[in-house]
C-alpha cells in the first residue's frame, strides 16, 4: 500500500513538472503591439461635373466681351478659366476616402497590416487585437 502511495505520488509530481505553465493558456492569438500607422487619402482626381459647368459658364460670360476676334479670345479664355475654377470647387467639396493603416507586430512574431475607416484612438506602442479586419484597443 505504502509503494502504491509512493508510486502515485511520484507520478502526480512527475504530470506537474510537464504541465505547461498558466501564462501559455492565456496568450491571445490575436494580440500585438501597434508598430506603424499610417492615415491614407485617397481622393478622386477625375474631371467631373464641376470642370464642364464651369467651362460652359466662363464662355458665357466670356461672350458678353468684345467684338470679333476680342470676343473669341474672351470665349475660349473665360471657357478655360472657368473650368480650371469649376473643377477646383467640385474637388475641394468631393468626399475623400480617407482610411488608417495599422501595421502590428503580432504576439506570435507576425506582422500584420489592417486598413480601416477609423482610428478609436489608437497609438504607436498601443496593445491591440485584431478582430478580423479591425483593430481593437485590449
Known sequence: MRL???ILLLALL???SLATPAFAWDRCNSC???SGIEKIR???HRFGGGTAIGAIAGGLLG????KGDGRT???VGGAVLGGAVGHQVEKNNRDDNSYWRFHVRMDNGRRVTID???NPGIRNGDEVRVDGNHVERR
Open 4 to 6: 502504491s502511495k509512493s
Open 14 to 16: 512527475l504530470l506537474s
Open 32 to 34: 500585438g503591439v501597434v
Open 42 to 44: 485617397d481622393r478622386d
Open 63 to 66: 461672350s458678353t466681351v468684345g
Open 73 to 75: 479670345a474672351a470665349v
Open 116 to 118: 480601416q475607416g477609423d
